[in-house]
């Protein structure tokens, strides 16, 4: 199969930021590929070097066969991006931020509406308003539409969820694997860890580096602590004291339950032991498999 | 005691068309509430108009007993404000921003020093208090804003999506911060799309439409929907009609 993507020992520096070091990654054709690292890992800069917005530094970067500096011209067209920060025109209403972007690519609403549909149809009943009084979450939309109106081959987006809410989220991702079933390769990042388990692969960036490239099941595996779920009535005690104890590693809440990370070979019999102890009431501990959330965490702290 | 909020049918319109519609409800003193609803069900226009910015069209709203029609300048004491893009100036350094809005609630010198150096003592950003706070990660530029929006000790806090785009790890330490202004008796007032940090809430109100269709601790709304997450409530509940 032909790589989409091919990135070759790719640097990029600022003032007094290596935002980016030394990553190379190949991303295959068709595939869906997320990006996950925390805010200031380099991932936007990587998006502005493969979208040809940013020169490398050093290193070199192939989109769709063409190369992101000396190609950027006959690259454009073929790339969708939508920036994590607002790209739209506040002042223009949603219709005509839709339209004018079609207009740069030398197509119209029409031709391609069929792959907007979905999204598109929710901003419909507001298409005369303007693109500034939009809700956090409706322009998240709206951006994304603006970067697919032009039906690119590869489509890049940079935090295309953030603000948007559980039920549009889970339909923007349905979205996603259909524009992915039709050939669509697609980079996504994401600070929802649930979304990070629906790529085909992804890879986890820190401090400009990537620290690994895995199937989301990889990811977790790489997980190779004692994790339990625990519960009891008062929360925020129960943090505390879980924190204090001499066996947890690390304790984050997960929900209604808290994840506790604990030395090798502790049991729930022990942190009962502990717990009531503590006069915890409604104890509840059970031994848990990791998800990709606990894993991705875990490295983050690793490489902290 | 006086309810944190308390609103009566408090409404917004926009011309014809109504992003708060009637919303009734009350938070008590003390409480950390969920202020849960799909993009466009009308939070932000509701906490626009509870922080005293938004004139509403109708009905009527205390906070801390004030009335947000005519007592706007004791609302502002009494509470801090987390927007939903951003509330720290990116051109004023880490200390400059504490001291400016340490300024505005009129705290003294003496004071504001001391609290700017509490701040980044306890947020470890004492190697970056001196530089511009558009350099720091977004994590910490969210912690800090929470902690200047709780500068003059409010009694209630309002934050509009504090962990939008945050990680997991730092969303998290986000978390354990609420907690403690909570501990200590303040108020949370907190949007989310985050709905694991519904779980974290004493209460929760979801908005569909500009109407709040729910509200009630976590525990009662799972059961009532047969639903073992607050993901699995509000996909339930969210999708309005046309409101998307
Ligand atoms: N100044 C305005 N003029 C016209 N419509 C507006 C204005 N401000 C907000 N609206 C509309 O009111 C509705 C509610 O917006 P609001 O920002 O309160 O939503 P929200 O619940 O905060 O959504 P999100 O989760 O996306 O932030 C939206 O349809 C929005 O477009
Ligand atoms: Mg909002």
């Avoid at chain 1, 970067?147 to 969820?161: G, N």
């Avoid at chain 2, 439409?209 to 976590?218: H, S």
């Amino acid at each position: 199969m032909m790589d989409a993507i091919q990135i070759e020992q790719v640097s990029k520096a600022f003032a007094d930021t290596q935002a980016v070091s030394d990553v190379s990654l190949t991303i295959q054709a068709g595939e869906l590929f997320g990006l996950i690292g925390p805010d200031g890992a380099g991932k936007t800069t990587l998006f502005k070097i493969l979208v040809t917005l940013l020169r490398p530094d050093q290193g070199k970067a192939v989109v769709n066969g063409l190369d992101v500096v000396r190609d950027f011209r006959k690259l454009r067209p073929l790339i969708g991006y939508m920036p994590g920060r607002f790209s739209l025109y506040p002042d223009l209403s949603v219709e005509e931020n839709l339209s004018f972007f079609a207009t740069v690519f030398g197509t119209t609403i029409a031709a391609n509406y069929e792959l907007i549909r979905d999204i598109y149809g929710q901003l419909e009943p507001f298409k005369n308003r303007r693109a500034g009084a939009l809700s956090g979450g409706m322009k998240q939309k709206l951006a994304l539409c603006c970067a697919l109106i032009h039906k690119p081959d590869v489509l890049f987006l940079d935090e295309p969820t953030t603000g948007v809410d559980a039920v549009s989220r889970k339909e923007f991702w349905e979205m996603l694997h259909r524009l992915n079933e039709r050939g669509l390769t697609i980079l996504v990042s994401t600070p929802y860890m649930d979304e990070a388990g629906q790529c085909d692969r992804i890879a986890l960036m820190q401090t400009g580096r990537i620290l690994a490239v895995d199937t989301p099941g990889g990811v977790e595996n790489l997980f190779q602590k004692p994790l339990f779920a625990v519960k009891a009535r008062d929360t925020y005690r129960l943090i505390q004291d879980l924190r204090a104890a001499p066996f947890t590693e690390t304790c984050y809440a997960f929900g209604e339950y808290l994840h506790l990370t604990t030395r090798p070979s502790v049991t729930a019999g022990t942190i009962h032991g502990y717990l009531t102890g503590k006069q915890h009431e409604f104890v509840d501990i059970k031994p848990i498999k990791a998800g990709i959330e606990d894993s991705f965490m875990a490295l983050m702290q690793d490489h902290g | 005691m006086d309810k944190a909020v308390s609103t009566d049918k408090l409404t917004k319109r926009f011309g014809d068309f109504v992003a708060t519609n009637e919303i009734t409800f009350d938070v008590a003193q003390g409480e950390i509430f969920g202020f849960l609803g799909a993009n466009g069900a009308g939070k932000t226009t509701a906490i626009r108009m509870l922080c005293g910015l938004l004139k509403p069209t109708s009905g009527s709203a205390t906070i801390a007993g004030f009335d947000v029609y005519r007592q706007t300048e004791q609302i502002k004491q009494v509470i801090g404000y987390m927007s939903q893009r951003f509330s720290l100036y990116e051109d004023l350094t880490v200390r400059e921003n504490i001291r400016f809005y340490g300024g505005i609630y009129g705290l003294p010198k003496t004071e504001l020093r001391r609290k700017a150096d509490e701040i980044i003592q306890t947020l470890e950003l004492g190697t970056v208090a001196d530089k511009l706070v558009a350099s720091l990660p977004l994590g910490w530029k969210q912690r800090l804003a929470f902690s200047v929006a709780l500068v003059h000790d409010p009694r209630i806090v309002f934050l509009d999506e504090p962990t939008g785009g945050v990680d997991p790890i730092t969303r998290r330490q986000f978390w354990d911060m609420i907690y403690e202004a909570a501990n200590r008796g303040t108020t949370i007032f907190v949007t989310t799309h985050y709905m694991d940090e519904a779980e974290y809430c004493n209460r929760v109100s979801i908005m569909v439409d500009g109407r709040i269709k729910a509200l009630d601790t976590p525990a009662a709304m799972k059961q009532a929907f047969g639903v073992d997450s607050m993901d699995g409530v509000f996909q339930i509940l969210a999708r309005g009609t046309s409101t998307k």
